[in-house]
């Protein structure tokens, strides 16, 4: 087997997924490959990089070992309830166990119709392929729990979008696809069978722990709330923003997932917003806690009879564990944004600074990752010329940075600093830009930024322009779903 496949969720009971295999496309090219990553999985890199291999990572060939299902899930999308969404364009070939130890999922986006599919036709477009590629790799060298990209493909076919555009065809690489959105598709059944059978899985694929709990689904419900509570301040902490929190976008692993009109923030402002879908700025930068507890609500709404026969016992219960994630959220927001400004974490003054940091560069219009890039390099002894640039009023800058010299501990935080206020994200122009450049048939710019966010936090002279901001003309306001 060119893939050592080991597949247990299609032995899962069939009202779990329908069994359907890719549709293969006209023309298949790779685009790029994760060399480091097929070796994670066992997957030998020049396999994956030959004919035999695109024709697999393009879903034209099903490799032997593959059990290709579509999984079913429902979700609340902008809180609105759909009871049945599903993998409409995506396919799960099987799962693999890694040289880690650890079980990961291979899936192909854009491998064609499913059961799941409604009016949408299966495909991907080029952009949203190059995109999840390129920030989900950033998002694995910036530290955060994320999906992965194991391949890009053309397909060679034209997909009907805003026109006809090239397609490709995406391999993600995720611990799992369990969403809330799948335990919710069987709440909505109230089929508690398959709740339990479902709720199981996930146990003993993601906290094995839990299962030796005096219960079980309590146990399961704070590991999901305890992985979702380190997740969000650190997408926080590197102006990140999801744009679609909705809760088939929800993974129980507590692992970023789906990368759609995600942005990263320029300016700093919370109630940011780049998504062109979310025009009531519900999935905000500064909305993504709220958003995450009202997810994990449904999520605990889904396991209350397993929790508990008594339906108000369970109630109690499910609270009590939801109650955790405030604070839990609000010690990974100070840890890391005390590590960005070179606080002592323990410091009684240290949460009134972070907020009064972040109240005053909003209006100054400043750069949120620059801001941090250049403070830790004033925190180095270097001059704050460039940070004061920063600012609209340098006055302003000035009297802020002596405020902090007062509060910080820059000679033993500096490496704190360093690992927390990354040189290069991927800013939102680059991506554009490295996406128009692949529809014209030039790979090169995707290439150059998927290269060069492997190290995130190296200083690197051949990378200096992809560190900057936005020229005004280049300033991308709005980002696209694309599916
Ligand atoms: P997303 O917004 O990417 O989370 O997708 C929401 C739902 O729409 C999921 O059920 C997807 O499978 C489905 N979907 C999105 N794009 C397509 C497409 N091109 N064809 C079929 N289904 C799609
Ligand atoms: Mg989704």
């Known amino acids: 087997m060119a893939i050592p496949f080991d597949n247990t969720y299609a032995r899962l009971p069939a009202s779990f997924y329908a069994v359907q295999t890719p549709t293969p496309v006209d023309a298949p090219e790779l685009i790029r490959a994760n060399r480091e990553l097929a070796k994670l999985l066992g997957i030998d890199p020049e396999w994956l990089e030959s004919t035999a291999g695109v024709q697999v990572f393009a879903g ?45 999922d291979i899936q192909l986006k854009g491998s064609g119709p499913t059961p799941w599919s409604r009016r949408g036709d299966g495909r991907s477009a080029l952009g949203p392929v190059l995109r999840e590629y390129i920030v989900s790799e950033a998002m694995q060298a910036l530290g955060v729990s994320t999906t992965r990209a194991l391949a890009a493909v053309a397909s060679g076919e034209k997909v009907l979008r805003e026109g006809m555009v090239a397609g490709g065809v995406f391999t993600r690489v995720a611990s799992s696809h369990l969403r809330v959105g799948t335990f919710q598709y069987f709440a909505a059944r109230e089929d508690d069978d398959a709740l339990r059978t479902l709720a199981d899985y996930a146990t003993a694929r993601h906290y094995p722990a839990a299962a030796e709990a005096g219960n079980p689904y309590v146990a399961l419900l704070d590991a999901v709330i305890a992985a979702q509570a380190e997740l969000i301040p650190h997408w926080l902490s590197l102006g990140f923003i999801h744009g679609v929190m909705n809760t088939d976008n929800c993974a129980i692993s507590g692992e970023t997932i789906d990368y759609g009109p ?22 905000a930068w500064g909305n993504q806690p709220q958003i995450a507890q009202w997810n994990l609500t449904r999520f605990a709404e889904t396991l209350l009879p397993l929790i508990d026969p008594d339906k108000d016992a369970a109630i109690k219960q499910a609270e009590e564990s939801l109650a955790a994630f405030p604070q839990q959220f609000h010690r990974g927001y100070l840890d890391r944004f005390a590590a960005k400004l070179g606080l002592p974490r323990d410091q009684e003054q240290t949460p009134d600074f972070i907020k009064a940091t972040l109240e005053k560069i909003g209006p100054q219009q400043v750069d949120f990752t620059l801001f941090f890039r250049h403070l830790t390099r004033v925190a180095a002894g270097e001059d704050p010329a460039e940070l004061l640039a920063l600012w609209n009023s340098e006055t302003a800058g000035r009297d802020w940075l002596e405020d902090w010299r007062t509060q910080a501990d820059p000679t033993t935080r500096l490496d704190d600093m360093r690992a927390a206020n990354p040189i290069l994200i991927p800013r939102n122009h680059r991506v554009e830009q490295a996406i128009e450049a692949g529809y014209k048939g030039d790979f090169g710019p995707f290439h150059r930024l998927v290269d060069a966010l492997t190290q995130p936090f190296a200083e690197s002279a051949d990378y200096r322009d992809l560190e900057a901001a936005a020229r005004p003309e280049e300033r991308v306001t709005e980002t696209f779903c694309g599916t």
Do not use: K, W
């Open 262 to 283: 995600c942005a990263f923030m320029e300016q700093f402002h919370p109630q940011c917003v780049y998504s062109s879908i979310d025009r009531q700025g519900r999935y």
């Open 60 to 104: 034209n060939r099903v490799p032997d070992g593959a059990a290709p299902i579509s999984q079913a899930y429902a979700g609340h999308q902008f809180a609105h309830f759909v009871p049945q969404l599903g993998d409409g364009r995506a396919i799960l070939l099987g799962e693999v166990v890694a040289t880690d130890d650890s079980r990961y």
